[in-house]
C-alpha cells in the first residue's frame, strides 16, 4: 500500500451508534488531517496533528473524537452524530516544512451517511 | 482565522478556451498559496502552488497568480480540455502559527466538447 488510505470507504450509522474510522498514511509524513467534505462547506477543517500531537482543533463537536496513536495513523471516532454529520470524510498527511508549504496527499475518503 | 473566497462556484467554457478561478484571503500572515483538484469521485491532488515571494508560476497550460497587496491570487488554464472538467479549490496557509490549509468553496468547472 502506499499514499493515503482510509477505511472504511463507505458506513451507514444509526444515531446511536459507536463507530470509528481508520486512516494510514505509509509517506512517512510527520502531520496528519481530517477534513470534512460536504455540499454544504466543501473541505472544512477538522483536526490537525503534529508529530502525534493535536495542534488544532476546529470548534468540532464533542460527538467526533480524534486519536493519533502515532505518526502514521489517524482515527475519528463517532458517537451519537446527527443526520447533518453525513459526509465525505477526508484524512490527508504532510510534511510540514518550515517554509510553510504544506502540500497535502489526500486519502479516497470514508463516505458517512448518518440515518 | 483565516478565511478564503472563492469565485466562480461554477464555470462553463468551450473546449480550447481559456478558465479563470479568483480567490481572496483574509490573513496577511498567509504565504503560501497551492491549488488542488478534484476530479468527480476522486480525491483532490495538488495540481499547482505559489509562494508569497513570487507573483507569477506557471506549469504548461496551468497558472497561478499572486497580489499579495490586494490579497487575491487566481488560477488561469489555458487551451482547455475535457479532461479538465473537475472541482478547483484554492487555499492558503501561513509559516508559522496556523500552518493548516483553509480551503476556499471550490469551483465547479465543466469543459464542453
Known amino acids: 500500500e502506499t499514499g493515503v488510505t482510509q477505511t472504511p470507504r463507505h458506513l451507514v450509522m444509526g444515531m446511536t451508534n459507536k463507530k470509528s474510522l481508520k486512516c494510514e498514511q505509509h509517506?512517512?509524513?510527520?502531520?496528519m488531517y481530517w477534513y470534512k467534505q460536504s455540499a454544504k462547506k466543501p473541505l472544512e477543517l477538522m483536526f490537525v496533528y503534529s508529530l502525534e500531537e493535536r495542534v488544532e482543533n476546529n470548534s468540532v463537536p464533542s460527538r467526533f473524537s480524534p486519536e493519533c496513536p502515532n505518526s502514521s495513523h489517524l482515527f475519528l471516532h463517532l458517537h451519537t452524530l446527527q443526520p447533518e454529520d453525513s459526509a465525505l470524510y477526508l484524512c490527508?498527511?504532510?510534511?510540514?516544512?518550515?517554509?510553510?508549504?504544506?502540500?497535502?496527499?489526500f486519502g479516497a475518503g470514508s463516505r458517512l451517511t448518518v440515518l | 482565522g483565516e478565511n478564503v473566497e472563492q469565485h466562480p462556484s461554477t464555470l462553463s467554457v468551450q473546449e480550447g478556451d481559456s478558465a479563470v478561478i479568483k480567490c481572496t484571503y483574509s490573513?496577511?500572515?498567509?504565504?503560501?498559496f497551492p491549488w488542488y483538484k478534484q476530479e468527480l469521485g476522486k480525491r483532490p491532488q495538488l495540481i499547482i502552488d505559489i509562494r508569497s515571494n513570487v507573483g507569477e508560476k506557471k506549469d504548461q497550460r496551468i497558472a497561478v497568480t499572486l497580489n499579495k497587496t490586494a490579497k487575491h491570487f487566481s488560477l488561469h488554464i489555458t487551451e482547455t480540455q475535457p479532461e479538465d472538467s473537475a472541482v478547483y479549490f484554492c487555499a492558503a496557509s501561513q509559516r508559522t502559527g496556523r500552518r493548516a490549509l483553509t480551503f476556499g468553496s471550490g469551483t465547479r468547472l465543466q469543459v464542453q466538447p
Open positions: 490573513d496577511s500572515a498567509s504565504n503560501y
Open positions: 509517506l512517512g509524513h510527520n502531520a
Open positions: 490527508a498527511s504532510s510534511q510540514e516544512a518550515s517554509s510553510g508549504a504544506n502540500v497535502l496527499t
